[in-house]
Nanobody, 120 residues
């Protein structure tokens, strides 16, 4: 039974950086993804990494600014965010899927989320 918990959110000025972490309570051999949801908007895909850590996928707005990585020995998945913009303000969630995917319905376990606020 896998449980996910995010950490690392907070308040940062535009142009700054944050590193989000997600820890799993048990070992997982699943692909992992990061999603975000701003008030009044649908939850959207941000980034994902394969179970091995070999392959990654990013949404267009994250490319060149965000980096997803994982440490399977520590059961953690990180999202390094740089050059943050006010539009990045949202609750960020980590989740697992059977395979690398950007399709939200293919993720079956979710963390409770962590708030990221980017001021102008």
């Amino acid at each position: 039974q896998v449980q996910l918990v995010e950490s690392g959110g907070g308040l940062v000025q535009a142009g700054g950086s944050l590193r989000l972490s997600c820890v799993a309570s048990g070992r997982t051999f699943y692909a992992m993804g990061w999603f975000r949801q701003a008030p009044g908007k649908e939850r959207e895909f941000v980034a994902a990494v394969s179970s091995s850590g070999t392959r990654t996928r990013y949404t267009d707005s994250a490319k060149g600014r965000f980096t997803i990585s994982r440490d399977n020995a520590k059961n953690t998945v990180d999202l390094q965010m740089s050059s943050l913009k006010p539009e990045d303000t949202a609750v960020y969630y980590c989740a697992r899927a059977a395979y690398l995917t950007a399709i939200i319905s293919q993720y079956d376990v979710w963390g409770p989320g962590t708030q990221v606020t980017v001021s102008s």
